[in-house]
DNA sequence: ACAAAATTTTGGATCGATCCAAGAAATCAT
DNA sequence: ATGATTTCTTGGATCGATCCAAAATTTTGT
């Protein structure tokens, strides 16, 4: 026994009478030790209250957790990341890979300094978002596996990332495949502050121009439309931050006559259904909506909403897959699927 | 630098020309060391790729990790938890508490032999079900901090609990204030199946009171009913796995007269508002609804739905704040609130 | 019964740092 | 310049296990 009342493995042996090897392998690898002897360390150890070996001392050795951590997006917290359900889905893809090995997952708020990174005690690490970039050299340098989703960080950098450019085309073509042609689109707001409305003829500004992410949602959308000869310079873009769902009732005045919504978030687009039914605008007959992203509320909506499956669990998964299987890094491009449901319909006649 | 390729404090210390200590202290005690010692052993360590003290040595020493673990219900894997909104209301508590002190959050798959208790990395654990009593003694050897949940474990261990039983009480004294006498229980089969039903005067058959959790649940519509001088013996109940919300359908053909359903789950009162609404019977005009459990699909459901906020969040914040603070064991009962919106209403006259 | 082979058990070294008491160097007082 | 302080730096011990090669023991073959 110890002064801090735990006994050790050491301990253990002395009572048993034997050396700290044979009870370690008692413990590690029974079938090396003779029964007889085996019983009698088992003995000592109940006796003692020993508890089997101390995962922090094996760590050192072994240099194994059996967990995979990851970093959410800068800003946030371990809270807030299990509150945003599209990055709860991720996680849950990450979960999913964790069970496969009884792996435990570490949700690693990351504070100032990268400390997280520098200090969490993993296997691997995922790292969620752009803004992580500067900790992919501490963590190479850690030889830690890990794996970055959602931006391209170069081919010697494990990758999952989604298309989301295809992702966008896609909802953009059903809406057009439908008969509509005149729309309106709700884009990301980054910085913090109420929704701002983009006229047309106003895109080439720097704060439309200048977005990351949405950027390439905002193509996709241009794509779709150049395909059928329309121009998405004769659309009003509403950018609005993802979560403010009371920019909805700015997206529908901004644009009256549209008969059909691109929004890049989900929220923002079951919120726009909602206020559209609460002004008394029929969805979909009146008005088409389709979002980006596949939430459980995107289901249950009323009208369920159509709505790009980003493959936000399937990120996951393949992330911490790559991570537990370590190997050569490999860069993976998931495409998005578009999931019709009941908030789209061929435009109202006039 | 080492055949492994990574180097280690003392590498850092030899190439600056100092002991291991200095080299140490430059990283954990900058103060100690003259400016002039510490640029060069600074310098040294750039040069070295040296990234500051392995986590994991430190940890051996030190034994903080800075983490706290949560063992869900012993069935669930990382992904069930999840995915499960209730319980994720739970980590959701959990990770506030870790953002107020920067720690993570280990969410630990409790594999066979209890291997998570005993391996996990972490300060501190919180149990999430009856099902660990059996590991608590474990944790206790091992003396690490912790807390239960939901369930008793004597007066020696921390515990969070919410009073279902006063919860579930309000829940059907508010259904008896609004003049509600007709009622129908939806309450929960533990083992996989159909749902059961159990129509009055089949109450005291052994599946109906051999329940554990949802026996309180049951006493507590129990006592509203004797205050209001009626007899639960006359409800008929309804047993259904809390997930399987296609038990909807058998809960409103067992009690077609009932004006009011007392679920014990909110998936189920969901499910029950859906079906009745798909049948043509009006919520809440026609038949109230209240569920159990607050969740975000509870407020977006249409209509929204009366259910009892049973205090997620505060208890996952309570129990973490449990562990984290250390000290005596204490006991915290939380007091269910009732959610009034719109799935109850009086009864219809007749 | 004795050597050879197979199985068990053992002690020393190691994982990578931190702590602490003691030694060395620099600073100050007289 | 000498001793008394104060500030830095150092090596040895430690945290609690595991690994490995060598020693001890048991089993097998003839």
Not at 13 to 30: E, I, K, L, Q
Not at 33 to 60: S, T
Not at 279 to 305: F, H, K, M, T, W
């Amino acid at each position: 026994m110890r002064k801090n009342g735990l006994s050790r493995l050491i301990d253990v042996a002395v009572a048993a009478g034997v050396s700290r090897s044979t009870a370690s392998n008692v413990f590690s690898a029974p079938d090396r030790v003779r029964p007889e002897l085996r019983e009698r360390v088992e003995a000592a150890a109940r006796a003692l209250g020993y508890l089997g070996p101390d995962p922090r001392a094996k760590l050192l050795r072994a240099g194994k957790v059996n967990a995979i951590g990851v970093i959410p997006p800068a800003e946030l917290g371990v809270a807030d990341t299990l509150r945003n359900p599209v990055f709860a889905k991720f996680l849950l893809g990450v979960g999913e890979a964790c069970d496969m090995r009884g792996a435990s997952l570490l949700v690693i708020p990351d504070g100032p300094a990268h400390h997280g990174t520098r200090s969490a005690l993993v296997d691997g690490l995922i790292f969620g978002r752009i803004e992580h970039l500067g900790m992919v050299r501490p963590a190479q340098l850690r030889r830690l596996p890990f794996a970055v989703v959602d931006f391209d960080a170069g081919p010697e950098i494990g990758t999952v990332k989604v298309d989301s450019r295809l992702g966008s085309c896609e909802a953009a073509r059903h809406l057009i495949a439908l008969g509509h042609r005149r729309f309106a689109i709700v884009s990301f707001l980054r910085s913090a502050g109420p929704a701002r409305v983009y006229p047309p003829s106003r895109h080439r500004s720097p704060e439309v121009a200048g977005m990351f992410i949405d950027q390439e949602k905002l193509r996709g959308y241009a794509d779709a439309f150049s395909e059928a000869g329309l121009d998405i310079a004769e659309v009003p873009i509403v950018q609005a931050n993802p979560w403010d769902i009371a920019a909805a009732p700015i997206v529908l005045d901004a644009a009256p006559e549209a008969t059909a919504i691109l929004s890049m978030s989900v929220m923002q687009a079951l919120a726009v259904v909602k206020e559209a039914r609460r002004r008394g605008i029929a969805v979909p007959s009146q008005l088409s909506v389709v979002g980006y992203n596949d939430i459980a509320e995107a289901a249950q909506s009323e009208p369920p909403l159509t709505t790009i499956d980003a493959r936000g669990v399937d990120k996951g998964r393949l992330a911490a897959e790559m991570v537990f299987a370590g190997g050569p890094p490999r860069q993976e491009i998931l495409v998005p699927r578009l999931v019709i449901r009941q908030s789209t319909a061929p435009p109202p006649r006039r």
